[in-house]
């Protein structure tokens, strides 16, 4: 009993001398802060990716990772070399060369952020946009595949070639027209935009064609990463030849930023920065989750409680086609689409009357998000509110 207590107290210590010293984290330190990222999210870091920026929530996240690409593209155009004295005089009226014309590819139905930069990179709703100021960005297809996958896989290959094909015409259009593609960036599931899943193949292909035209791939996982998809990282599921580029994110990380390789490093401090490199304080309890998450083997119970949903799922499409259609996921990452948009609200209104939080997203999907401590037996009391909801219908 003694040494538990003892173990609390430097728990609590160790936040109260964070949450101390955070006014002055981004400028000056403290000694244990490199360790203290290392038990955390460095331990958690995706296969290859020993480079960390923090940062406080997703769309910031995903911002200085624009700032990170940028960086390393003119600083390989340069050869190494330094600034020139018109850089550094033109970037501050925002001309070039100081401020170069390069940009930054992303997918319809994409959702990064709404800040300003990230938001010329979010399509999926306009609400978020209208009235902003955006940049003259090229903007993919993503795959939207026919459903069940097994029934439909000539067309679904089909459809991946055609958004890479896409991607590729985009890259050299936008070469052209002197405002050159730096970085791709792509969710593993398009969350906001429709719950839209690629293939491993596609992403697979997607970073082959980034790496053949020197643009850098950036996966954001703000909202697949940290465990519902069954593994701490969703794009592990794909098998990629190599590591990403960089992967951001937040969320159920509980702080935020983003991962990245040495090449995407930056070689003069400020160039990124802030006042207090993100939440320190949620380290501290980021590193009790992960404790917890590999203490209890949570992300096995994401993978059996996935299981238990999707196959109710589908179980419901086949005996309601009139209804569902679609349904999808890894993990409890899940979606099933309503057969129209009003029949998909009407059903989330009737599920929350009924106690049950659930939300939409794209035209007509219904999307899931249980907490990774969600097990079988919550599931199955899911899936018979929603049974006795489609049996009203």
């Known amino acids: 009993m003694g040494n538990l207590r003892m173990r609390n107290m430097d728990v609590f210590s160790g936040l109260r001398r964070t949450l101390i010293n955070r006014p002055a984290l981004g400028v000056y330190p403290s000694k244990n802060w490199v360790e203290e990222l290392k038990s955390s999210v460095l331990s958690v870091a995706p296969k290859g990716l020993n480079q960390i920026t923090t940062m406080a929530c997703g769309s910031c996240s995903n911002e200085n990772a624009f700032k990170a690409i940028f960086m390393r593209y003119r600083k390989r155009e340069r050869g190494g070399a330094g ?40 399509h999926s709703k306009a609400i978020h946009k209208i009235d902003i100021p955006a940049f003259d960005w090229p903007v993919a297809p993503f795959p939207v595949y026919k459903y069940p996958l097994e029934d439909n896989i000539r067309e679904n290959q089909a459809e991946d070639k055609r958004c890479l094909a896409q991607v590729a015409d985009l890259i050299e ?35 082959k064609l980034s790496k053949e035209k020197g643009v850098a791939l950036l ?19 794909f098998n990629l030849p190599s590591p990403p ?19 995407y490093k930056v070689d003069q401090s400020y ?26 083997d949570v992300l096995k119970n994401v993978r059996v409680t996935g299981d ?10 086949n005996r309601y086609p009139q209804l569902l259609n679609s349904a999808r996921g890894r993990g409890t990452f899940i979606a099933v ?14 599920l929350r009357e009924k106690g049950v939080n659930a939300g939409g997203c794209g035209e007509k999907a219904i999307r899931l998000r249980p907490s990774l401590v969600f ?8 899936l018979g509110t929603l049974e006795s909801i489609l049996k009203e219908l």
Not at 98 to 105: F, Q, R, T
Not at 219 to 237: A, F, R
């Open 83 to 122: 600034f020139t004295a018109e850089e550094n005089e033109s970037c501050m009226v925002n001309q070039a060369p100081g401020s170069p014309a390069l940009s930054i590819l992303s997918f319809h139905g994409a959702f990064h952020g709404r800040t300003l930069g990230v938001l010329s990179c979010t």
């Open 173 to 207: 259009q936008w070469s052209k027209k002197g405002n050159p593609v730096a970085g791709i960036i792509i969710e593993p599931i398009q969350a906001e935009g429709g719950d839209h899943h690629g293939s491993p193949e596609f992403f697979q292909q997607l970073q």
């Open 219 to 237: 996966i954001d996982e703000v909202q697949t990463g940290g465990g519902p998809c069954g593994t701490l990282w969703c794009h592990e599921q």
């Open 245 to 263: 580029d960089v992967v951001t994110f937040s969320k159920k990380m509980l702080t935020g930023g983003f991962y990245h390789t040495e090449e």
């Open 271 to 296: 160039r990124i920065f802030n006042t207090w490199m993100g939440e320190p304080s949620k380290i501290q309890v980021l590193k009790k989750v992960l404790e917890v998450i590999k203490r209890d």
């Open 308 to 317: 238990v949903l999707l196959n109710g799922l589908k179980d419901f499409q």
């Open 337 to 350: 689409d309503a057969a129209n948009s009003g029949l998909r609200d009407k059903v989330l209104v009737k």
């Open 375 to 382: 097990e079988p037996k919550h599931a199955n009391i899911f």
